[in-house]
């Protein structure tokens, strides 16, 4: 089955610096890559996502990039705020959907002042 | 809608008990998912369900884990009997029908299970 590594695990970052969380997946067949955001106590929630006919999305200050010859993908946060810090997880799917998606261990994002 | 609704929030069982998790999905969605999450191995996809029929079981652990899904409002994941191992943060998610609509799993608020 789809093995999705992600890094690093804890990531502090002084607030308006840039955050980046990488992660990679053993199965070049997986074509669909959303980025889940969970703060404490919270439930996961969708920020981002890439298909794998594409090589790079934005939304705002968050991007995802995408490179399925290394098999590997990013998250970049630009001018990071308090409310960044959280909990990212990649994940990666076979399905082109939400179904049957591996998640990776997650990124404790730490933004402080 | 008040999103994916789960009970209870915390459980705290002794080992050997019966443990049953609720799910009420988003109305209209067709995907149910359970998932678990603890610190080692982070978030792990139990048993997705859709129309109410399980699609691929793979991820449950044991015998002892069973999913239910009597209809399209409704489902259960009962262990039994519950082992300290067990102890997690189990998570309900329910995604919506249609390719192009189904890429986001909206996730409930979790069941704190503490197995002692």
């Given amino acids: 089955g789809e093995n999705v590594e992600q890094h690093p695990s804890t990531l502090s970052v002084q607030e308006g610096d840039s955050a980046v969380i990488k992660c990679t997946y053993s199965d070049s067949a997986s074509n669909y890559f959303p980025w889940y955001k969970q703060e404490l106590g919270k439930r996961p929630q969708l920020i981002i996502d890439i298909r794998s006919n594409v090589g790079e999305k934005k939304d705002q200050r968050i991007a995802v990039t995408l490179n399925k010859t290394a098999k590997h993908f990013s998250l970049h946060i630009t001018e990071t705020q308090p409310e960044d810090s959280a909990v990212y997880f990649c994940a990666a799917s076979l399905t082109g959907t939400a179904s049957k998606l591996t998640f990776g261990t997650g990124t404790r994002l730490q933004v402080t002042l | ?116």
């Fill in chain 2, 1 to 116: 809608d008040a999103g994916v609704i789960q009970s209870p929030r915390h459980e705290v069982t002794e080992m050997g008990q019966e443990v049953t998790l609720r799910c009420k999905p988003i109305s209209g969605h067709d995907y149910l998912f359970w998932y678990r999450q603890t610190m080692m191995r982070g978030l792990e996809l139990l048993i997705y369900f859709n129309n109410n029929v399980p699609i691929d079981d793979s991820g449950m652990p044991e015998d002892r884990f069973s999913a239910k899904m009597p209809n399209a409002s409704f489902s259960t994941l009962k262990i039994q009997p519950s082992e300290p191992r067990d102890s997690a943060v189990y998570f309900c998610a329910s995604s919506p029908p249609g390719r192009l609509k189904n890429t986001e799993a909206f996730f409930g608020q979790g069941t704190r299970l503490t197995v002692v």
